[in-house]
């Protein structure tokens, strides 16, 4: 029992001489810790503030880098957007070239359609030359058979010589783009016109002499704004026949119609150019031509 009390009391005093070791520790000791956690505390103050500093440099580049996201997302949005405008750039492109080439294709087909009508315009010209040619040489048959017929002979009963028939004809050209009272296309210009058969200032011819006529006209249609003009053959007002010179386009060639007849005619029986549209385009070359082929 002894024993152990003395063991107690070497215990306590241990212990209490630890605790008096922290309670009361030597001078020199404690400042020497006291160095330490103010050199410890300045550190942790540099790291405080370089851990600040830190989380602003991350901070400042989390907010570059969101930036540079956003710009990176204009440029694809921009780049997508050129392609798109590329791509319809092309495609308008492509759409010029096929209308380029459907206009070479027409302008193609145009001038092949001005060659063809150029010539047609030259048959229709020497066709007219020739139907003058012809009237000319009837006119010249007609007198020399009416001279024949009339060289002084004298039938059985002693009757006078015979009577020579008269001569009619006309052939007037260029209209003036107006018409007479009587609705007339009146003409300005005539190649023939025997003792002022056609009337200039009506735009018709009346029959003097009763008999059998031929009659003819050509409608020439000027380049303009309508593909057609057109007019009718008139006898006493009624229309016997048609002009039309109708072209696929309207602003080039001179397509024209003729027309033709023969009829006997009374006198006073007129024969005019009348009932015509786009007046406007008919051009010079129209004409009206007429003549006696036999009297009554």
């Known amino acids: 029992m002894a024993k152990f009390s003395i063991f107690l009391v070497i215990v306590f005093f241990s212990i209490f ?53 956003a710009t990176f997302h204009d ?15 092309s495609n308008e492109n492509k759409n010029l070239e096929q209308e380029i080439s459907t206009i070479n294709t027409d302008m193609n087909r145009i001038e092949q359609e001005q060659v063809s009508m150029i010539t047609e315009f030259g048959t229709v010209k020497q066709e007219f030359n020739t139907l003058g040619s012809q009237y000319k040489e009837l006119v ?27 001569r009619v004809g006309f052939s007037v050209n260029t209209p003036d783009g107006t018409f007479s009272r009587d609705g007339a296309l ?26 059998l006529y031929f009659f003819s006209s050509t409608l020439v ?34 397509p024209s119609g003729t027309a033709t007849m023969v009829t006997h005619m009374n006198y006073g029986d007129t024969v005019y150019v009348g009932m015509c549209g786009v ?18």
């Open 186 to 211: 009146n003409f300005t210009k005539a190649n023939y016109n025997d003792d002022d058969a056609f009337n200039f200032s009506s735009g018709q011819f009346e029959c003097k002499v009763p008999g």
């Open 221 to 254: 249609r000027e380049p303009g704004g309508y593909p057609e003009s057109f007019c009718y053959l008139m006898i006493n007002g009624h229309a016997l026949a048609y002009l039309g010179g109708y072209g696929y386009n309207a602003t080039i060639g001179h």
């Open 75 to 89: 440029l694809t949005t921009n780049y997508a957007n050129l392609r798109t405008e590329l791509t319809n750039a």
């Open 279 to 296: 007046i406007s385009q008919i051009g010079e070359y129209s004409n009206l031509n007429g003549f006696l082929i036999d009297a009554d």
């Open 17 to 69: 001489g630890l605790v008096g070791g922290f309670i009361m520790p030597d001078t020199s000791q404690n400042a020497s810790v006291g160095a330490m956690y103010s050199v410890f505390k300045s550190e942790i103050a540099k790291l405080n503030n370089q851990l600040t500093n830190f989380r602003i440099d991350f901070a400042n580049i989390k907010a570059d880098n969101d930036k540079l996201k």
């Open 140 to 166: 010249e048959s007609y007198d020399n058979l009416t001279s024949s017929q009339g060289q002084g002979h004298s039938n059985s009963q002693g009757h006078s010589p015979n009577i020579i028939a008269p």
